[in-house]
Structure formats: structure tokens, C-alpha cells
């Protein structure tokens, strides 16, 4: 694949990412993932000072789908619909098949009454694995700007 | 304990309670700018000692944190002799914020806008041009440095724990907290700690259903379905409730694996809670490594009026309670370790660390709680909340989970603070 043609895969990968999220559409953000795939929610202040606690943890795939089970499930939180808005990606390669990619991110929450508020910004620090003839995210890392969080932290970012 | 309660600057409205036992409570006291005004100055700035830190964040002469008590900026430092010392980050000459950074090492605090500069123990060292320039301005020769510090606070420690207060007549930390919250903490903080990060979280409610919400045990298995469905916590585990004397303080208490699967099952479905459905892909987090000789899985202590410490299977933290307004407060989380864990053990801590804070599987429904308490209650001039799970009457430590009566104990030495007791108030 040619760099033009990664960094087009990898804009598609993304606003699938945030699409899935801002429908509701967990199973389908779940496949976006390959199966030994982490995900982090990171505060900023945290990962600046090298503190290892993180808002989320998960170390593989299992981990992210039982986030979403207990999203599904378990746990009770705001009424809320999410935003995602995206900004430039930056796609730098790390061997054949996996690259770096690295976006900001800001996430507006809106209630069911229809009042919006920002509710997190910050960046993700991602890597994306081919796989076939897919990419997929192999590590997400979400950096919050935002760590004082409004309320709770319960949709994936 | 207070000796004059009622003495105040500010004037608080009339509080009529139905019961004298606190088992009706009026809704309007989350929600009314008087008593929170009041409340910063009878129970944050008054004879209570308010958690500050823990001393590993401050280990050397210099290391400097800021913090807050109730709203009230303050500076926490080691001095030169390193003693932790405590003072409100307020400069003496405009009142601007002193110390403007979340932490470092410095040995003096210089205020930016006129360069004034303090001593580690809050004592003003001196401040430029004060004899002004060629005999001309300057302050007034009356002017006395001595007077005009930052104001300190008392400091005392306990098994790592700083606290700080801002009265002269707070008894001593340890008859404060009480022979079973000083063990309870020595227990917790039994060896060094290292701090693994920290949380922060706000919330859209008064700063009283956060002290409320550890107390009332009766929501813990029905709120938190994750907690309840994997056996974390459970009312059917041994566990219960112990309080100080003077009951505000507490500590709930729970052993996992103490109870019968099917029974707890069959038992929330007849009282038609939940039926769970849910199962764990990769049940790594439910892991609990037994640290403790009591048994005892799970403690949840809180301390009056801003400090909960729990252990939550391996989970361990610190959380301060630092009001913004009457109507938000942000929950200022400590997640810690101990020095000798060993790689794996902190991984797992870390692991489990998915259970608390703001995305925590079985604390995110906490905050939602209070802000739906906090919106419907907000339009209620005569409503009252319910406190009498476990009783009415006497406040008396429990030995079973469904009860709520450690909010009894709060509700009691709050108005005991601000001197709004009723007529034969239990304490």
C-alpha cells in the first residue's frame, strides 16, 4: 500500500471509529479492533509525569468487549448522546504492517433533553495493524485533556 | 466538642426537623447558598481536621503540593527541617493565588504580581521596595511583616495520612478520628506506599450526598449491578458497619466469598432487582489477592468531612472531597500501591483500577446518583429524604449490610457543627 493510500484507510478507520460510537453501534466499533488490541483512557497529567494509573484499562480484546457488555449490561450513567469530531491524522509507519497514528479528538455529550456540553478533549495515540485487507486499531490510547471529568466516563472516547 | 456553634458570620435560615434521629432530613439543605457559606466556615474552616495529602507526595524539605480545604486554596510543603506544614495559598497583600502550580520543590513561595515572598511556614520574608525608591513611596512605616503571612493551618499526621485544620481548639488527630479509624488507617497503611496516579472527577451535586453516599450501604448491591453480579460486594456477604463514638466517621466492611451464589441470585429475583445476564470474557479483574489477616475484601471508610479511603478487592485509593459551589464538588482521586509490590501486583492494581474512579465499573454510578438527586430535589422547598434503612432512634454500628445509618451519624455532627440540632437531637 502506498502512503496516500494508508493515510486514506486509516481517515475511513477513524470516522468508522467515531461513527460507531456517536450510533450506538458497539458491535460493530468491538470489530474495529484485532483480538490481542489495548485500550486506554489516559489522564494527560498521568502520562505526563509518567504515572501508570488509568481511567480504563484494557490489556486485550476480551477486556474491551466486557467494557461494553457492562456498558450494555451493568452499569448506570447519564442519558447521553456523544460527538466525536476528529481533527487532522497523522500516520507515520512503524514496520510493513503497522503504523502509528495520532489525531486530536473533542467529544460533545448531548442529554436527552438536547442540551450540549464539551465534554472531553485531548488525543489519541493510536497503532493500526493490517490485517488482510483491513486495518485495524492494534492499541488505542486516548490521552484526556480533559481529566477532570464532567460527571462520568462511561461510553468508550 | 463545639463550643460555640451557633457563633458565626454567617446567619443560616431556620432548620425544622420532623424527627429529632435524623431519619427525615429536608431536601433544601443541599441546595441553599446560606448553608453552604456556612458550612465552609462552621465545618471546613471549623474544629474538624480535613484530609490534605499523603506524606510520600511531599518527601522532601521543599516539596510543595496545593489542595484545597472545603473551597479554600491551601499549600502543603515539607520546611526546611522537614516538618508539613499547611497554608492557605492566598497572598497576604491582594489575595492572589501564591502558589500557582499542582506541585514541585521550591524554598519560598513568591506571589507573581508583586513579587511577595513567604517562608515554607506561611510567614511573610519580605516584600519589594517596601522602603520604596530614593526615600519616595514604599509601605508605611508601620507596616508589620510579622503580621501578614499566608494563614497556616494545623498539621498532623497519621500512618502517612496529613491532615489539617484550621481551628486552635480541634482536639488531637487520633481522639478525633477515633481508636477504630486510627486502625483502620494504620491497618490500610501498614507499609510505605508508592502512588500509582490520581482521578479527578466532578460532580454535579452538593458535597453532602458524596459523605452520605459511602454511608448508605443499602444502595451498594442494588446500584452497582457489576459489584453485586460478580460477587465484589454483596448484602449477603458477612460485613456491617462501624462507627466512631461520636459517629462521624465510618466504616463499612464486607468479605467476599462469604455468601451462597444461587441464594443471592434467587433472592434478587424475588425482590425483583436484577437477574443479570452479563458474563465476563476475561475474568482476570475479578481476581483478589487476600492482603489482609481479617478477611476483610472490601472497606470503605469515611472520614468527616472530606476524605474516603477504600479498598475494593486490590483496588486501593484516597478520595478528597473538594467543594466547588453549592451545587458541584470534584472528588479528588489517589490511586496507590505499596512500595514492595511486587511487578505483577501492581499490574493487577492497575487492572482493578477499572473498577473505580470516574469510568469505574462499580463507582460510575455513584455520581449519577447525586446528580439525579441533586436535580429533582432542587425544586422542593418542604420535601424531606428518607434515612431509616436499619432503624430509627439510637445510631448504633450494624452487623448486616441493608442499612443506612451511618448517614444518621453524619447528618447528626453536621448540625452538631453548625448548630442547627433539634430539640433532644440523638448524636
Redesign the interface.
Known amino acids: 500500500m502506498s502512503a496516500a493510500a494508508i493515510e486514506k484507510a486509516a481517515d475511513e478507520l477513524m470516522a468508522n471509529y467515531a461513527d460507531c460510537i456517536d450510533d450506538g453501534r458497539f458491535d460493530d466499533w468491538l470489530e474495529l479492533f484485532t483480538e490481542d488490541a489495548s485500550y486506554k483512557?489516559v489522564?494527560r497529567?498521568?502520562h505526563d509525569r509518567g504515572?501508570?494509573?488509568?481511567?480504563?484499562?484494557?490489556?486485550?480484546k476480551?477486556?474491551i468487549?466486557?467494557r461494553i457488555?457492562?456498558l450494555l449490561?451493568?452499569?448506570?450513567?447519564?442519558f447521553h448522546y456523544d460527538r466525536h469530531v476528529v481533527g487532522q491524522l497523522r500516520v507515520r509507519p512503524r514496520s510493513d504492517d503497522e503504523w502509528e497514528l495520532r489525531a486530536s479528538y473533542a467529544v460533545f455529550q448531548t442529554s436527552d433533553e438536547g442540551r450540549s456540553s464539551l465534554f472531553s478533549v485531548g488525543r489519541y495515540d493510536d497503532r493500526i495493524r493490517r490485517q488482510g485487507d483491513r486495518l485495524l486499531f492494534c492499541a488505542k490510547t486516548v490521552v484526556v485533556d480533559t481529566?477532570?471529568?464532567?460527571?462520568?466516563?462511561?461510553t468508550p472516547l | 466538642m463545639v463550643e460555640n456553634p451557633a457563633e458565626g458570620s454567617v446567619d443560616i435560615p431556620e432548620v425544622k426537623w420532623s424527627r429529632n434521629d435524623y431519619t427525615r432530613v429536608p431536601l433544601w439543605l443541599y441546595h441553599d447558598q446560606q448553608i453552604y457559606d456556612a458550612e465552609q466556615e462552621r465545618v471546613f474552616r471549623g474544629p474538624v481536621w480535613s484530609y490534605v495529602a499523603l506524606d510520600v507526595e511531599i518527601p522532601n524539605p521543599g516539596d510543595f503540593i496545593t489542595t484545597y480545604v472545603g473551597d479554600t486554596p491551601v499549600i502543603v510543603n515539607r520546611d526546611k527541617e522537614g516538618a508539613i506544614r499547611a497554608m492557605v495559598n492566598r497572598c497576604a497583600h491582594r489575595g492572589a493565588t501564591v502558589r500557582r502550580e499542582?506541585r514541585g520543590n521550591a524554598l519560598e513561595h513568591v506571589c507573581i504580581y508583586h513579587r511577595w515572598c513567604y517562608n515554607l511556614d506561611g510567614s511573610l520574608r519580605g516584600l519589594p521596595f517596601r522602603k520604596g525608591l530614593k526615600g519616595k513611596g514604599g509601605m508605611s512605616p508601620e507596616f508589620d511583616v510579622a503580621e501578614h503571612g499566608m494563614r497556616p493551618l494545623r498539621v498532623a499526621v497519621h500512618a502517612g495520612v496529613v491532615f489539617a485544620t484550621f481551628s486552635e481548639d480541634c482536639e488531637p488527630l487520633e481522639e478525633y478520628l477515633g481508636p477504630k479509624v486510627v486502625s483502620h488507617l494504620s491497618r490500610i497503611f501498614h507499609r510505605p506506599i508508592r502512588?500509582?496516579?490520581?482521578?479527578?472527577?466532578?460532580?454535579?451535586g452538593n458535597w453532602k450526598l458524596y459523605l452520605e453516599n459511602p454511608r448508605d450501604m443499602y444502595h451498594a448491591s442494588l446500584?452497582h449491578?457489576?459489584m453485586s453480579?460478580f460477587g465484589i460486594n454483596r448484602f449477603t456477604h458477612e460485613g456491617g458497619l462501624k462507627m466512631d463514638d461520636r459517629h462521624r466517621h465510618m466504616i463499612a466492611w464486607s468479605r467476599q466469598g462469604t455468601d451462597d451464589e444461587t441464594e443471592f441470585v434467587e433472592l434478587f429475583k424475588t425482590n425483583r432487582v436484577h437477574e443479570?445476564?452479563?458474563?465476563?470474557?476475561?475474568a482476570s479483574?475479578l481476581k483478589c489477592y487476600r492482603e489482609f489477616d481479617d478477611g476483610v475484601t472490601l472497606s470503605i471508610c469515611s472520614v468527616f468531612p472530606n476524605l474516603v479511603v477504600h479498598q475494593i478487592d486490590n483496588s486501593l485509593a484516597t478520595r478528597q472531597v473538594r467543594t466547588v459551589d453549592k451545587d458541584e464538588f470534584?472528588l479528588y482521586w489517589t490511586?496507590f500501591g505499596y512500595a514492595d509490590d511486587s511487578e505483577e501486583l501492581?499490574h493487577h492494581r492497575?487492572?482493578q483500577?477499572?473498577l473505580v474512579?470516574?469510568?469505574g465499573?462499580v463507582s460510575?454510578?455513584d455520581?449519577?446518583?447525586i446528580?439525579i438527586v441533586h436535580r429533582a430535589s432542587a425544586g422542593d422547598p418542604d420535601g424531606c429524604t428518607i434515612v431509616e434503612m436499619g432503624g430509627g432512634g439510637p445510631i448504633r454500628e450494624t452487623d448486616f449490610h441493608i442499612n443506612d445509618v451511618a448517614c444518621r451519624g453524619f447528618w447528626s455532627y453536621y448540625a452538631e457543627l453548625m448548630g442547627i440540632e433539634p430539640e433532644g437531637a440523638v448524636r
Open positions: 483512557v489522564a497529567d498521568n504515572l501508570p494509573a488509568t481511567m480504563v484499562l484494557c490489556t486485550n476480551n477486556m468487549r466486557d457488555a457492562a449490561g451493568a452499569t448506570k450513567y447519564n481529566f477532570a471529568i464532567p460527571g462520568m466516563l462511561a | 499542582l502512588i500509582l496516579g490520581y482521578q479527578r472527577q466532578r460532580i454535579r446500584l449491578e457489576f453480579t443479570s445476564k452479563m458474563k465476563l470474557h476475561d479483574i470534584e490511586l501492581t492497575l487492572l483500577a477499572n474512579g470516574a469510568a465499573l460510575m454510578e455520581a449519577e446518583a446528580e
